[in-house]
């Protein structure tokens, strides 16, 4: 089943949104300081365009998977090969969500937390809402999104009481460099372009309207720089100690007290939020899991995934290394190739074989219209000999669709 | 193969899965209840003794029923912090939480020495809160610990609101842990706390307040229970609670010197944020008053300043306009005049009386802050944010940057208004 555009819309809002409102803030600040709000706004900006292309080639898939879209004009091989490459990024994202996701359990809403209690309810639950489907989650994500938007928007009234605007002043005082090299370390953080193609084939493009992806990036876009604001104008250069900016702007203590238990609600509901995150990057990872290794079972795939969930964050409660290892240069590179170029290189292949095809489309028609002159003059000279005998050219049919291979439920839809 | 099937069939997993959260929170309900393990510390004194040990004195929350609860004293010494805080766990029987701690005091002694310690022990381990209010006292550590909850417990008066008032209306700043960081890790290191005295003399503008058991006990076993009033006569004690205003100022989180309430008001008087404020004014002849003695209160105040450069040193000039309410009118003979609601407002002579008083104690207040190099007024912040190229240039020019106060020329435009 497949989601509809307005989910689709939402989803992608949950994706631009997703790393940039808890520990991001923090650690762009230790590079950027008072500009680290540019950084993440730069950044945004050409995750929204490269957005754009992911879904003209979405579009242009119409029900293949990525897989047989980029088969079809590379070969196997390199279609495996990028496929492999976009799946690696919501495995990362998968990393950086549940651990930010326990810490943000085990620091701000509890004093005890064993690693078990939080990763099996959430990888029961984030993997049975990846069983029931992406239209599932789309619709949970429909549900929740204005509560979200509405719950972060009281949190930044909250924090905008104390804000001190001249902090942001001088704008870019250390020049552009620290705000690339923030870009440059933190590249695991952003990103949706790559892994928003392995859900070709998922969203339904009937009523589509533009202006709903528009509508919900500017959203994602405004919202995050507002928080981010908010953040670093109340903690001033304190912020790079503050790991949790959604929830620690909550905490600021000039603001209207009156708000204070409505707030802790409302990072509860941000907590919910991350959850969906975690389902999100979960059904896209098993869906390139399925396409790399060809699964027919989808329970099987949700498997692998309930067994890397638990793995990671029982690895991430007993080291310090997996906080470490998305900061690894080789964790950029990886961003930087599946998150960026791979999508630019199928976005070119998408719009060459579309010129090429409408080059061939418009010599067909050509080629028909020649056969019908032909024709007409053909009957013209028979009326002409008064003859009674009907004929045609050979109509042109369009190639007929071939069905997709069954590679299980996300890789079918 | 079919059975196993069968078993974890989707529809019997639900039933698994039941199960496994049974198993799991079954465990804990032989658990005992947090209350039992954890003390709760809602206050927190600390200070180095003179024998270099440290002194802490915590105020604990010890549930009785549901409802109701007592707070007790208990201190104890040790090398260090950890070690103090060891020893009060030890003589309570319970882990020490002090994820609900509001106040955070230290003493003179351990400020002068080096505040950041204790603060980044709390903050770092601990889990004190950044929003708790930090106070720098003078006098016995436990003494203070007690006046918390006398104050609490027998007058209803919370220390953290008490400190709260003075950040409205004295210091014009957030005087809590979070504020002290800012200005330890800012450019100039400077950072603010407001003092509080707890004296055994008699002071009359202190709380008085009798407090239980004697002070200084050497045992870090010893304990003291200051949650009761009253009782033994011969062991209470009589101690004054004093917060007259008076600021203490820390560089690199040491503490090198004081501020008074009476020049407070003046710096407030070019910060943006405070309106609050009384003036005197002596001896004022005009129509309306003979010899009288003014005390004028500061109702409403607007302030804007102009940030330039004279032959490359920074020049600020303030312009402020007050608004002066009459408060109380001290005259030695009859004030008749005052039966006539127009000589309510404060004529040309009172203002022309207060403007000069005002520019007077303005240059005073703020050569001393030149002189001990002491940027309450953030001229760095307000000259580095908005002229910055200029700034940093002026920088460059000085031998030493930390004495960039010293040559900013200060220029006053003051305008008064009646309010009434």
């Given at each position: ?167 942001f002043l001088p704008v870019l005082s250390k020049g552009i460099k620290p705000i690339f090299k ?210 045609g050219g050979k109509q042109i049919k369009p190639k007929s669709k071939q069905p997709n291979k ?8 | ?106 003493g003179d002694k351990l400020c002068e020495e080096n505040a950041l310690k204790a603060l980044d ?300």
């Amino acid at each position: 089943m497949r989601m509809s555009y307005r989910q689709a819309s939402i989803i992608i809002f949950y994706m631009l949104v997703a790393f940039k409102v808890l520990s991001l803030p923090s650690l762009v600040y230790q590079t950027c300081k008072n500009d680290g709000y540019l950084a993440v706004l730069i950044m945004m900006v050409v995750d929204a365009i490269l957005l754009w292309g992911s879904l003209k080639v979405l579009k242009q898939a119409k029900d293949k998977n990525i897989y047989d879209y980029v088969k079809q004009y590379t070969g196997s091989v390199i279609a495996k090969i990028f496929v492999i490459a976009l799946t690696l990024i919501p495995l990362i994202h998968l990393g950086i969500k549940t651990k930010g996701l326990e810490w943000f359990l085990v620091k701000n809403l509890y004093t005890q937390f064993e690693w078990f209690q939080f990763a099996i309810p959430v990888s029961l639950v984030t993997c049975y809402m990846i069983y029931k489907g992406i239209r599932n989650i789309g619709r949970v994500s429909e549900f929740f999104v204005w509560i979200i938007v509405i719950g972060v928007t009281i949190i930044i009234i909250k924090g905008f009481g104390a804000v001190d605007w001249s902090f942001f002043l001088p704008v870019l005082s250390k020049g552009i460099k620290p705000i690339f090299k923030a870009i440059y370390d933190y590249l695991a953080w952003f990103g949706i372009g790559g892994e928003l193609l392995l859900f070709a084939g998922c969203i339904d493009f009937k009523n589509e309207k533009k202006s709903r992806v528009f509508f919900y990036s500017a959203l994602a876009i405004i919202l995050v720089q507002l928080v981010l604001w908010s953040f670093y104008g109340a903690y001033g250069i304190m912020a790079s100690t503050h790991n949790f900016a959604i929830s620690d702007i909550s905490q600021i203590s000039n603001a209207n007290i009156a708000l204070d238990e409505l707030s802790w609600l409302i990072v509860s509901v941000w907590a919910v939020a991350q959850i969906l995150h975690i389902a999100i990057y979960g059904y896209l990872f098993c869906r390139g899991l399925q396409l790399i290794f060809n699964i027919k079972n989808d329970t099987v795939a949700t498997l692998i995934l309930f067994l890397i969930l638990i793995l990671w964050i029982f690895w991430g409660e007993h080291t310090i290394a997996l906080e470490k290892l998305f900061l690894h240069k080789s964790i950029v590179w990886i961003m930087i190739v599946a998150q960026y170029i791979i999508p630019i290189i199928i976005f070119a292949i998408s719009f060459i074989k579309k010129k090429d095809k409408k080059q061939s489309d418009a010599q067909s028609a050509k080629s028909q219209n020649i056969i019908q002159s032909t024709q007409n003059e053909g009957d013209k000279a028979s009326n002409a000999d008064k003859s009674s005998n009907l004929g045609g050219g050979k109509q042109i049919k369009p190639k007929s669709k071939q069905p997709n291979k069954s590679r299980g439920k996300y890789a079918k839809v | 193969m079919q059975k196993f099937k069968k078993i974890f069939s989707p529809r019997k997993m639900i039933i698994w899965v039941s199960i496994l959260v049974l198993v799991i929170s079954f465990q804990y309900t032989n658990q005992p209840a947090q209350s039992q393990t954890q003390a709760i510390v809602t206050a927190l004194a600390v200070d180095q003794t003179e024998d270099n040990l440290i002194e802490v004195s915590t105020v604990v929350l010890t549930p009785l029923t549901a409802s109701s609860s007592k707070r007790k004293v208990y201190t104890a010494k040790g090398l260090d912090i950890t070690n103090a805080i060891n020893h009060i766990s030890l003589q309570v029987g319970k882990q020490i939480g002090f994820g609900q701690c509001d106040i955070m005091a230290m003493g003179d002694k351990l400020c002068e020495e080096n505040a950041l310690k204790a603060l980044d022990y709390l903050t770092r381990t601990k889990r004190v809160g950044r929003n708790a209010v930090l106070i720098n006292f003078s006098g016995d550590v436990e003494n203070f610990a007690s006046c918390i909850v006398q104050l609490n417990d027998n007058m209803s008066l919370n220390v953290a609101e008490i400190i709260n008032f003075n950040r409205e209306y004295i210091v014009a700043t957030e005087t809590n842990i979070e504020s002290f960081f800012k200005g330890y890790y800012g450019d100039l290191g400077l950072s603010i706390m407001p003092k509080i005295k707890i004296s055994e003399n008699e002071d009359v503008n202190g709380i008085k307040l009798n407090l239980e058991g004697d002070s200084g006990e050497e045992s870090a076993s010893n304990s003291s229970d200051s949650a009761t009033s009253g009782g033994d006569s011969s062991k209470s004690k009589e101690v004054y609670f004093v917060n007259d205003g008076t600021t203490s100022i820390f560089r690199e989180g040491k503490k090198f010197t004081e501020i008074k309430p009476s020049e407070i008001k003046y710096i407030n008087l070019l910060q943006p944020d405070n309106v609050l404020g009384t003036f005197v004014l002596e001896n004022v002849n005009s129509n309306t008053f003979k010899d009288a003695r003014l005390v004028l209160d500061l109702t409403n105040k607007e302030m804007e300043y102009k940030l330039s450069f004279k032959d490359g040193k920074p020049t600020i000039k303030y312009d402020i306009e007050l608004y002066i309410l009459i408060d109380e009118i001290i005259e030695s003979g009859k004030t008749e005049n005052l039966l006539h609601t127009e000589n309510w407002f404060v004529d040309d002579s009172v203002i022309n009386g207060l403007t000069n008083k005002i520019v007077e104690n303005l240059e005073v207040v703020v050569s001393k802050l030149q002189d001990e190099n002491i940027d309450m007024i953030e001229v760095y912040d307000k000259f580095y944010k908005f002229k910055n190229k200029k700034f940093t240039k002026y920088l460059n020019s000085l031998e030493n940057k930390e004495d960039f106060l010293k040559d900013v020329e200060f220029e006053y435009k003051i305008k008064i208004h009646s309010s009434y």
